[in-house]
């Protein structure tokens, strides 16, 4: 059973707070911890303002969230990690190679699909992601 999952992406303020907020939301009353942290944060930044604006547009809020860097200490703690991408499953196994078989992306019920960064890009880069990452939580959710 996984009481804590941490979702791991780059920077710390788009995908990764976003899934966490969006999990949070879907496991809600189950007694799940949800954490994020980047592989290379910007730490004590808030939420992207697209990313906040998309949660808002469904209920959710990302407010009040500052990224942090993602350590092994962090990492051993979490029952699940999920990733992005593969080049972040791979970094993770490198920064702690113990955590290697409860690291997967967040898009593996989906053909081991990679959500890619819309930082600094457009909204409609930000809907697709989110898109994306929605898809994944839901499938993560019916395995949890």
Known sequence: MFKSILFVCIGNI?????????????????????????LGALVDHGIDATAQE????????????????????ILSAADLVLTMELKHVRRIAEIA????????LLGKWQQERE???PY????????HVYKLMAEGIESWSRHL
Do not use: Y
């Open 14 to 38: 788009c995908r990764s707070p976003s899934a966490e907020v969006m999990m949070r939301d879907a496991v809600e009353g189950r007694g799940i911890q949800v954490a994020s942290a980047g």
């Open 54 to 73: 998309l949660l808002l547009e469904r209920g959710l809020s990302g407010e009040g969230h500052r990224a942090r860097q993602v350590n092994s200490s």
């Open 97 to 104: 190679p113990h955590v290697s078989g409860k690291t997967f």
């Open 115 to 117: 959500i890619p960064d």
């Open 120 to 127: 600094r890009q457009q909204r409609p880069a930000f809907e």
